[in-house]
C-alpha cells in the first residue's frame, strides 16, 4: 500500500503541477504581452507630445522651448531618456540618462528616418532591458527633417512577471498538497481501510473464529466484494464442517444423513431422470425495498431438504411468484437460475391472479382444506367458486410442469402439500411415464370428518394419480386408506399399504419430516451458555425474570397457543414461588391475516397475554410476552438456547418442527421439551413431556414438572430425543421419499390416457 501512496503521491505531483504550470504560462504570457503594449503606447504618446516642439524647432530654431519640452517630458514613469535629432543623425536635444552615440540607437533612428515609419523594439543596452521608440519629424510639406529616440526602461515588466511566476508557484504547491491529502485521506476511508477490515473479516473465516460482517459503511467500495466474499466463505466452512461430520461419524461408525450424503444418494438414485418439484410456497422471493431488490429464503425445513437434491442433479423447483419483484428476475420463459450466490438449479415462476390466489389459496386451501384435516374445531368453509380457482390453479400448474418435463424420458416428480390434490392425477393421465408423488404435510382426517368435504370424490381421485403418497406418520395413512375404501371405487391393500384404482397402483407411506441438526458444526456452536443467553434476551426485552418458557409458531388456531397461555396461568395460580421467576415467551409470526378466522384469532391472542399479564404482572416481571413477528433462523436458536422449557401444544399438527428445532439446538443437552399428544412428532420424540392441551390443568403441572426436572433425568431425556433427530433428519426424510419414489414400478397401462375427469364442470 506504501508504494501505492508514494505512486500516487508522485503522479498527482507531477500531473498537477504541468497542468497548472501550462495554464499560467498562457495566463502570464498574456499579461507581459498587455505590459509591453502598455509600455509602447507610453513611448507613442511621450513620442507625439515631443515631435510638435521639435518639428517647431527645426522650423524656427527655438532651442529653448525644445529642450524646455524635452526637459518636461523627463517626468514620464520609467522613461532612461529622450533625443531629437537633425536629418543627418546629429543629436541636437538629448536628456542626460541617454547616450546619444549608441550605436543600436543611431541605427535604430536611421532606419525609421529611411523608412519614415516609427520603429519600436525592446533591446538590451548595457545590460538592461529597454523599450526604444524611433520616430521620424516631418516638416511641413511632410518631408523628413530629422527624428525623435524615446527609450523607456523595461526591466519592471520582467520583475513582474517573476512575481506573478513566484504567486504561480505558491498557488501551484498549496493546490499539489491539498488535493494530494485528501486523495489520500479517501484512499484510507474507501480503500485501505476496508481492505484492511475485509482482510481481518475474511482471516477470521478462514480461521473458523467467530466472524462478524463488516458492515456496508465499513466496507465501502468493497460491499460489493463482500458479497461474494461471504458465500465463498460460508460454503467453504460447509464443505470444512461437512468434512469434520463426515469423519466424525466415520469414527463413531454411524452414518448420519447429511446434504453431501444425500446429494450423492439422489444422483445414484435419479441416474438419468431429472427432478421436478413443485410446491406453493417458492424457494427464493424478489422484493423491492427503497428501489433495491433483495432476496429472501422462507424459513422452511423444505428449502433446506430439497434444495441440496436439486443443486446435485440440476433440477426444477415450480411455484408460485409471490414476490413484488419475482417477474423482474426471470427470463422470457419466467424461469430463473437459483441459488443466487452459486446458481445449480432451475426455479420457474408460475404468475397467479389477486382472485386466483384468494380462491385457490386462502379460500379452498387456507379455508377449507386446513380446518377439514385438522381438528381444532374451526368450520371449514368451502365455496364453489373457491374449488373452481383450485382445479383452475392445479391445471396452471400441470401445464407449466408438463412444459418443464418436455422431451423428459423418466422425469420424477415430488408435489409438496394440501394445495395440489388435483395436480398427480392430472399430471399422470398426461405423463404416464413420470414417477409422481405427493406429500401431505398436514394430518389426514378420519373418513367421517373428510366425508363434509363435497368435492371429496375429485381430492381423493385427484390424489390417488401419484405413485406415492406420503404422509408424517403411520396414522394419518390409515386414515387416508379409510377414507378412500369408504367413498371410492377401489381395491386397498392393507398389508402393503397401496390403492389399486382404475388399474393404477398408489403406494401410501408414512414419512415423518425432520430438521437438520445444524448445532453439530462446532462453528455452530454458541460461546454463552443457556444462563447468559436468558440473561442477554430478558435485558434485551427489559423485563427481569429467572426462569424461560417459550413458544415458537405462526399464529394459528391450530397451535394451541390460547391453551398454553391459560396453562401458563393455571401454573402460575398453583405455584405462586413461580410467580415474578417464570416468564413465557410467545414468539408468534403473523400469518394468513387476510382470513378473517386468523385476524380474529391474532387478536385473541393479543388479548388473553394482557388479561393474565394484567392479573400477575409487577415490577418489571411479566408472565407472557408476546412476540409478533417473523423471527430469522439465527434469532431463534438464540430463543431455543435460553430456554429452560418449549411449549408445543397443538391441538392438531401433522409433525411440528418447532418441537425439533428446539431439541437441534440443545447441543448442551438440556432443557424440556412440552409437547402436544395430537402432534405427529409425539408419535417419536417419547421422551418429551406429552400432555393433552386440552386439558390446561395438567399442561399447567407439566410446566412444574420441567422446571424441577433433576438435571439428570433432562440430559437423558435430551439425548434420546437429539439422538433420534440426528439419525432421522431432513436429509433422511427426503432421501427416505425420493428413494421410495424411485423403487416405483411403473405399470403399463392400459387406460391411462384417458381424458381426466372434469371436475369444475361438477361442481357441486
Ligand atoms: P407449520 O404448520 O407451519 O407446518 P411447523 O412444523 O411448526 O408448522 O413449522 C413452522 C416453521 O416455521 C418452523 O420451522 C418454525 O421455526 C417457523 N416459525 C414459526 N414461527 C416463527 C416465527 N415467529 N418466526 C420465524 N419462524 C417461525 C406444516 C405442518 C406441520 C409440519 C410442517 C412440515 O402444519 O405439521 O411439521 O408443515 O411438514
Redesign the pocket.
Known amino acids: 500500500m506504501r508504494i501505492l501512496s508514494w505512486r500516487l503521491i508522485l503522479a498527482l505531483t507531477i500531473g498537477l503541477s504541468l497542468v497548472s504550470l501550462a495554464s499560467s504560462w498562457y495566463e502570464i504570457r498574456a499579461q507581459r504581452d498587455a505590459l509591453r503594449r502598455d509600455l509602447d503606447s507610453k513611448a507613442e504618446v511621450v513620442g507625439e507630445s515631443l515631435a510638435g516642439s521639435a518639428q517647431l524647432y527645426l522650423a524656427t530654431g527655438d532651442r529653448a522651448g525644445l529642450e524646455k519640452s524635452v526637459d518636461s517630458s523627463g517626468n514620464s514613469e520609467h522613461l532612461v531618456g529622450v533625443g531629437i535629432y537633425g536629418r543627418d543623425d546629429s543629436a541636437l536635444v538629448i536628456t542626460p540618462g541617454l547616450n546619444a552615440s549608441l550605436p543600436v540607437l543611431t541605427q535604430l533612428l536611421k532606419n525609421a528616418m529611411q523608412d519614415n515609419r516609427n520603429i519600436s523594439v525592446f533591446t538590451d543596452l548595457r545590460f538592461r532591458r529597454v523599450h526604444v521608440l524611433a520616430a521620424p519629424l516631418h516638416a511641413t510639406d511632410k518631408t523628413v527633417i530629422g527624428g525623435i529616440l524615446v527609450v523607456h526602461d523595461s526591466g519592471y515588466i520582467g520583475s513582474e512577471i517573476f512575481r506573478i511566476w513566484g504567486r504561480v508557484f505558491v498557488r501551484m504547491a498549496i493546490q499539489v498538497i491539498v488535493i494530494v491529502g485528501i486523495t489520500l485521506l479517501i484512499i484510507r476511508w474507501s480503500l485501505t481501510g476496508p481492505i484492511a477490515r475485509v482482510a481481518v473479516w475474511i482471516r477470521a473465516l478462514r480461521t473458523g473464529q467467530d466472524a462478524v460482517r463488516p458492515v456496508a459503511t465499513d466496507l465501502d467500495v468493497l460491499y460489493s466484494l463482500a458479497g461474494e466474499v461471504g458465500p465463498l466463505a460460508e460454503s467453504m466452512q460447509r464443505a470444512r464442517a461437512a468434512a469434520e461430520t463426515e469423519a466424525g461419524l466415520r469414527n463413531a461408525n454411524e452414518s448420519q444423513w447429511t446434504a453431501e450424503r444425500l446429494a450423492d444418494y439422489v444422483r445414484n438414485r435419479l441416474g438419468k431422470s431429472s427432478l421436478f418439484v413443485v410446491s406453493n410456497r417458492e424457494p427464493y422471493i424478489h422484493s423491492r425495498r427503497d428501489n433495491i431488490v433483495t432476496v429472501t429464503v422462507p424459513?422452511?425445513?423444505?428449502v433446506t431438504a430439497i434444495g441440496p437434491i436439486l443443486c446435485a442433479c440440476n433440477g426444477t423447483w415450480i411455484a408460485h411468484g409471490s414476490g413484488d419483484a419475482d417477474a423482474e428476475m426471470v427470463d422470457a420463459h419466467d424461469r430463473l437460475k437459483v441459488p443466487p450466490e452459486e446458481p445449480r438449479y432451475t426455479l420457474r415462476r408460475v404468475w397467479l391472479s389477486r382472485e386466483q390466489e384468494e380462491g385457490y389459496y386462502y379460500g379452498f386451501a387456507n379455508e377449507g382444506l386446513w380446518p377439514l384435516c385438522h381438528i381444532a374445531h374451526t368450520r371449514p368453509i368451502f365455496r364453489a367458486s373457491d374449488w373452481e380457482h383450485y382445479y383452475a390453479v392445479n391445471r396452471k400448474f400441470a401445464d407449466a410442469l408438463i412444459e418443464e418435463i418436455a422431451g423428459e424420458e423418466n422425469p420424477v416428480v415430488l408435489i409438496q402439500?394440501y394445495h395440489f390434490a388435483l395436480l398427480p392425477r392430472m399430471l399422470k393421465d398426461r405423463l404416464p411415464n413420470a414417477r409422481v408423488a405427493i406429500f401431505w404435510?398436514?394430518?389426514w382426517p378420519t373418513p367421517e370428518a373428510f366425508e363434509i368435504c363435497p368435492w371429496q370424490r375429485e381430492l381423493l381421485d385427484g390424489l390417488l394419480g401419484a405413485d406415492l403418497i406420503g404422509f408424517?406418520v403411520r396414522a394419518h395413512c390409515n386414515n387416508f386408506l379409510y377414507t378412500v375404501d369408504r367413498i371410492l371405487e377401489s381395491r386397498v391393500d392393507w398389508e402393503h399399504f397401496s390403492v389399486k384404482r382404475k388399474d393404477h397402483l398408489t403406494s401410501v407411506q408414512p414419512f415423518p419430516?425432520s430438521?437438520e441438526l445444524p448445532c453439530d458444526i462446532p462453528e455452530a456452536r454458541s460461546n454463552l451458555t443457556a444462563q447468559e443467553e436468558r440473561s442477554a434476551l430478558f435485558a434485551e426485552l427489559g423485563i427481569e425474570a429467572t426462569f424461560l418458557g417459550i413458544g415458537?409458531?405462526?399464529v394459528?388456531y391450530?397451535?394451541g397457543i390460547l391453551e398454553r397461555f391459560q396453562a401458563v396461568e393455571c401454573f402460575l395460580e398453583r405455584y405462586p414461588s413461580y410467580q415474578g421467576k417464570f416468564t413465557f415467551i410467545q414468539?408468534?409470526?403473523p400469518s394468513r391475516t387476510r382470513i378473517k378466522r386468523y385476524a380474529d384469532f391474532q387478536l385473541e391472542v393479543e388479548a388473553e397475554a394482557s388479561r393474565i399479564n394484567a392479573r400477575f404482572k409487577h415490577g418489571r416481571w411479566r408472565p407472557i410476552v408476546f412476540?409478533n413477528?417473523?423471527?430469522?433462523?439465527h434469532e431463534?436458536e438464540h430463543y431455543y438456547r435460553a430456554a429452560h422449557v418449549c411449549m408445543v401444544t397443538?391441538l392438531h399438527?401433522?409433525?411440528?418442527?418447532?418441537a425439533k428445532?428446539y431439541i437441534a439446538a440443545r447441543q448442551d443437552e438440556r432443557g424440556v421439551l412440552i409437547l402436544s399428544r395430537f402432534?405427529?412428532?409425539a408419535r417419536e420424540l417419547h421422551d418429551a413431556i406429552i400432555v393433552n392441551p386440552y386439558d390446561i390443568s395438567a399442561t399447567g403441572e407439566s410446566i412444574a414438572q420441567a422446571l424441577k426436572m433433576d438435571s439428570e433425568e433432562m440430559v437423558e431425556r435430551m439425548r434420546h430425543m437429539r439422538r433420534s433427530v440426528k439419525e432421522h433428519n431432513i436429509y433422511w426424510w427426503a432421501a427416505s421419499l425420493i428413494g421410495a419414489l424411485c423403487d416405483v414400478r411403473l405399470e403399463q397401462k392400459g387406460d391411462a390416457n384417458s381424458a381426466a375427469p372434469d371436475y369444475v364442470s361438477g361442481v357441486r
Open positions: 424459513a422452511s425445513g423444505l402439500d404435510h398436514i394430518p408424517h419430516i430438521v415458537v409458531d405462526r394459528d391450530t397451535k414468539i408468534g409470526a412476540l413477528r417473523q423471527h430469522n433462523r431463534l397443538s399438527d401433522g409433525m411440528n418442527l418447532v428445532e402432534t405427529g412428532a
